[in-house]
């Protein structure tokens, strides 16, 4: 299998117009990849609060419109990244799109766990409250978003549900990039999935950003990761390895906490 994660910049110079047809023209350059991967609120940056409710569009709006003929033209399942989705009836989410190789949307996931610290997302932005995967010819994906990384029951979770592929768009700032590494990889050791992680370039509203995307394996080797700026990070991996690794190794089959077992 081979996936294609779109490590991009925010320009705050650039319209969100123009963004969108340049990442649709990346997502086109794909072709021949089986997952195309792009960031965390990347129409409009994962720290520009402020632009947040002006530029939320509803889930099937102008975002939706461009990567769904984009993933189409390439034929690819496109993971779009997330968007500010404003949902008419309730607040704003912080919404990832999936799309199949038919530019149909396979799968929506509302970001559960909102970052800020009482402020930013964590009031502007609704939480979400399912647990999301999406089953490709290859692999189950298992969906989160950026701050999500950091609560390992959500990803315990998309285990329990089938998830054999955990995927995480976000904008992640620079000066944790330490923690994206070491969670990503311990995500993928703790979980024995892969994880597909994708972060932006750059800067939003004057937060540096980490970049950095990587790719880990199910016991923690990481199989590509990029540099700082602007990069497509591509990488072939053979999803039958999870099932492989926990059979070998079956830590999940021994949990104790928090697993249901038979009585009596």
């Not at 929506?108 to 909102?114: D, G, P």
């Not at 979980?191 to 923690?220: E, M």
């Not at 199989?223 to 690794?245: H, M, N, Q, R, W």
């Amino acid at each position: 299998m081979r996936a294609s994660l779109l490590q991009i910049a925010v320009d705050e110079g650039e319209s969100i117009d123009s963004r969108r047809e340049r990442v649709a023209s990346l997502v086109r350059e794909q072709a021949g990849a089986d997952l195309v991967v792009l960031p965390e609120l990347w129409t409009t940056g994962a720290f520009a609060f402020e632009s947040f409710s002006a530029e939320a569009e509803p889930l099937e709006g102008p975002t939706y419109d461009v990567m769904a003929k984009a993933a189409s033209d390439a034929g690819v399942w496109l993971h779009a990244g997330s968007i500010p989705e404003r949902d008419p009836e309730g607040p704003l989410y912080n919404t990832s799109l999936v799309f199949s190789p038919a530019g149909e949307l396979a799968a929506a996931y509302r970001k559960i766990h909102r970052f800020g610290f009482d402020k930013g997302e964590a009031v502007l932005m609704g939480a979400g409250a399912e647990l999301v995967t999406v089953r490709l010819p290859e692999t189950v994906v298992g969906l989160a978003t950026c701050y999500d990384l950091r609560f390992p029951e959500l990803f315990r979770g998309l285990v329990d549900v089938g998830a054999e592929t955990l995927v995480i768009p976000a904008g992640w700032p620079e000066r944790r990039r330490a923690h994206w590494t070491l969670l990503a990889r311990a995500r993928a050791v703790e979980n024995q999935a892969f994880v597909l992680a994708c972060g932006t370039a750059g800067a939003h509203a004057g937060v540096p950003q980490a970049g950095h995307s990587i790719v880990v394996d199910p016991w923690g080797e990481v199989l590509a990761e990029a540099g700082a700026g602007e990069e497509v990070l591509s990488v072939e991996f053979d999803p039958a390895k999870v099932g492989v690794t926990r059979g070998r190794f079956p830590v999940l089959r021994d949990r104790v906490l928090g697993v249901e077992r038979p009585r009596g």
